[in-house]
C-alpha cells in the first residue's frame, strides 16, 4: 500500500521557473525523504526531513514539514532542463518493523517537465 | 563514487518460467532492500534484509518469490513460476541503517513476462 500521495501528479514549467511539488500522507512519520527518478532508472536520494523538522535546504531545493497536515512540499528553484524527471516522496514510518528500521513507503509521484 | 550494482539490466522470460535477480549493495551497508515498481507507480516493497537476517517480507508473495542474502552482502531474489502480472521493474536499494537513513538503489532490473 501506499502512504504519500503527491501533487500535482505531471507538472510542466519553462526552464528557469521554480516548480512545487506537495505531499499529503496518512499516518504518524519518523521521517519523510525526497526521491528522483530519471525514465526507466533507479531512484536518486535528494533530501531527507525529520518529524522534528520544519524546513530543510539543499542546494536549489527546499523542503517543508507540516506534521500537523500530514503534509510536505518540495520547492526546486530555478529549473533545468535536466531536472526533468519523477519526483517521489516517502514516508518512513513509525510502525517498528524490527531490527531498529522503520518502512519506507513511497508514493505515486509527480512527473516534471522542465522545457528549455 | 560506490553504487549499488544489480544484474540482469533486462529479462524476458515466458510465464512459469523461473527468473533470478542479483543485488551487490554498497560496501559496509547492512540494511539491503528489494523493491517492485509498476509502470506510472513508486517503488513497493517486497522485503528488507538487516545483514543476512530478514527485517520485512511481509508484503512478498511467498507462493512464488523468495530472496536470500546468505553472507549479509550481496543479494539474490528469484521468481518461480513467473506470472504476466510479475512484469515490472525490480529495484535494490541499500542503506547504512534502516529508513532513518537515505537508500541508495541501483538501476534496477526490467522483467518482461510473455
Known amino acids: 500500500s501506499q502512504q504519500g500521495e503527491e501533487d500535482p501528479q505531471a507538472l510542466s514549467i519553462q526552464e528557469g521557473e521554480n516548480a512545487t511539488m506537495n505531499c499529503s500522507y496518512k499516518?504518524?512519520?519518523?521521517?519523510l525523504q525526497w526521491y528522483r527518478q530519471n525514465s526507466g532508472r533507479g531512484l536518486v536520494h535528494l533530501i531527507l526531513?525529520?518529524?522534528?523538522?520544519r524546513e530543510k535546504h539543499s542546494g536549489r531545493l527546499r523542503v517543508t514539514l507540516d506534521t500537523s497536515k500530514k503534509s510536505s512540499s518540495l520547492l526546486i528553484t530555478a529549473s533545468r532542463a535536466a531536472d526533468t524527471a519523477s519526483y517521489f516522496c516517502?514516508?518512513?514510518?513509525?510502525?517498528?518493523?524490527?531490527?531498529?528500521?522503520?518502512?519506507?513507503?513511497f508514493g505515486k509521484g509527480t512527473k516534471l517537465s522542465v522545457i528549455p | 563514487e560506490a553504487e549499488v550494482a544489480q544484474s540482469p539490466r533486462y529479462k524476458i522470460t515466458e510465464k512459469s518460467q523461473a527468473v533470478a535477480f542479483w543485488c551487490d549493495p554498497i560496501?559496509?551497508?547492512?540494511?539491503l532492500y528489494w523493491y517492485r515498481q509498476i509502470l506510472g507507480q513508486g517503488p513497493e516493497l517486497l522485503v528488507q534484509?538487516?545483514?543476512?537476517?530478514?527485517?520485512?517480507d511481509s508484503q512478498l508473495p511467498k507462493d512464488r518469490f523468495s530472496a536470500e542474502r546468505l553472507k549479509g552482502v550481496d543479494s539474490t531474489l528469484k521468481i518461480q513460476p513467473a506470472e504476466l502480472g510479475d512484469s515490472a521493474m525490480y529495484l535494490c536499494?541499500?542503506?547504512?541503517?534502516?529508513?532513518?537513513?537515505?537508500?541508495?538503489f541501483g538501476p534496477g532490473t526490467r522483467l518482461t513476462v510473455t
Open positions: 499516518t504518524s512519520i519518523n521521517n
Open positions: 526531513i525529520r518529524s522534528n523538522e
Open positions: 534484509f538487516q545483514d543476512e537476517s530478514v527485517v520485512d
Open positions: 536499494a541499500s542503506s547504512f541503517g534502516g529508513s532513518s537513513y537515505e537508500q541508495y
Open positions: 516517502a514516508t518512513a514510518g513509525i510502525t517498528y518493523s524490527g531490527a531498529g528500521s522503520y518502512q519506507l513507503t
Open positions: 560496501s559496509g551497508h547492512a540494511t
